[in-house]
């Protein structure tokens, strides 16, 4: 069968090898919605700048809502010789309304068409990701204000470095998130403006209104050169790229809940809405949902790769090899969406153990930078001199294989002499916390302020 679409110089069909390579429909009938709104904008403004008679524009509006319910029912059949969707769509507005259809395509290709599509497409995901990100941050801020008195050992290196509070810890990715959404916002922005009236790649003869259906397709303004319109992927590259960036954040803290959750470690527990057994092992508690949260990170990064390559040396301006653009999209900003929500419901069901969180806290000397400021501040020692003593002292704890807690007084002063019991008290994972209040630092009251902070703007934001 000749594609009606284009057959006229086609004297035999195409292989079944091209149809196969050739068609699209199997992933951008997830455009479905897109592209009828894009032909109802555009037939709407044709029938306004007198380009096509309002009888048949009324009669395409009509169709196109019939297609749109047909496909929404499940009741519309899709095939792959008829390519794409925008064919599908046009063929069956030609059975349901006859020769008015074949006025849809006056002054539109399909390609201002599926950059058009595929704009909307990545809009709305946009503000779908934000609302979901902005719920992850509130989970997170809850948690933190419930948590800012909480300690828990701080890492560098995966090692023991100094007491903070899980409060504190948990607003580190507040402030990642918030970031997030600040790309996804650029990139919005950057991507609000409508290819569509673009044509093939010049322009139309015909007097179209872009600013017309740029505003009724909720876009800022027109794109202003046709050749880029039409061949522009960077809206998809640079919103990857943004969704690429949070998955990574979602995945390193997927990771922390992972270590924390091991017996190893026994930081925090998850229930059993967010853990799986093992069909062997009976005792097995498996953090299943954070080990994907990590590993989703690689699709999506996948995806922006992929999408890299693609663009790579593809000269202007419309290609083919722009189809390609589209199931990698779709799946990483899918899975992105389901990465957050599965964060989300591991924040809301995690507990921390707060007495083991305070035991470790203070494992491996985490004090010691402690008791180096008290010899700053009370002796009045260069920083370098202090932290040489305070290491001398550590070892000494380690070779009696005592904690510094522990270790007697009479041992500290025979090291350094000066030292009184006062400084004993510094090394108290509590007093730790407290004492660090400069901007930024893990104070419980600065945690408290902070979170507050956060839940506040989250909840005076405009919804989108
Ligand atoms: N399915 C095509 C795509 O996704 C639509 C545009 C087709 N344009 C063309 N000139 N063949 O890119």
Redesign the pocket.
Known sequence: MNNRMWGGRFAAGPDATLEEINA?IDF?RHLYRQDIAGSKAHAAMLKKQGIIAAEDAQKIARGLDTILSEIERGEFKFKRAL??I?THVEARLKELIGAAAGRLHTAR???DQ?ATDLKLYVREAIDGLDRSLAELMRALAEKAAAHAATVMPGFTHLQPAQPVTFGHHLLAYVEMLARDRGRLADARKRLNESPLGAGALAGTPFPIDREATAKALGFDRPAANSLDAVSDRDFALETLSACAIAAIHLSRFAEEIVVWTSPAFGLVKLSDRFTTGSSIMPQKRNPDAAELVRAKAGRIIGALMQLFVVMKGLPLA?A?D??ED?EGTFDALSTLALAVAATTGMVRDLEPDEKRMKAAAAEGYSTATDLADWLVQNLKLPFREAHEITGKIVARAAALNLSLTRLPLSEMQAIERRITADAAKSLSVHRSVRSRTSYGGTAPRNVRAQAKKWLKRLQREPKR
């Open positions: 699209s951008d390519e794409d925008h290709s399909r390609n599926v419309y083919k722009l189809q589209k």
